[in-house]
């Protein structure tokens, strides 16, 4: 099994800049994809990006040129660098790994952005 733990969240104002971290425990040597997901009030958790065992990383259309989406292997964390924020970015952001166990989430850590 993986256990993470997301850290960093935070209110900020529009434009300002936040990094997101995730570590993980447990069986991380089985991880194979990590994403960051959020979810809005009132709305569905969507995923914001992801990125492979091999590195490949992808994003979503609205956070595209202004998220930047990392992971450290040594330290079995995971990295989501987020700049030129908007309001529409507020949501709780979710920590999500893929592994040979299935699918393990964060608790999640609030993002607000407001001035």
């Known amino acids: 099994q993986v256990r993470l733990v997301e850290s960093g969240g935070g209110l900020v104002q529009p434009g300002e800049s936040l990094r997101l971290s995730c570590a993980a425990s447990?069986?991380?040597?089985?991880?194979?994809?990590m994403n960051w997901y959020r979810q809005a009030p009132g709305k569905q958790r969507e995923l914001v990006a992801s990125i492979t065992s091999g590195g490949s990383t992808n994003y979503a259309d609205s956070v595209k040129g202004r998220f930047t989406i990392s992971r450290d292997n040594a330290k079995n964390t995971l990295y989501l660098q987020m700049n030129s924020l908007k309001p529409e970015d507020t949501a709780v952001y979710y920590c999500n790994v893929l592994s040979i166990y299935g699918s393990s989430w964060g608790q999640g850590t609030q993002v607000t952005v407001s001035s």
């Open positions: 447990g069986s991380t040597n089985s991880i194979y994809t």
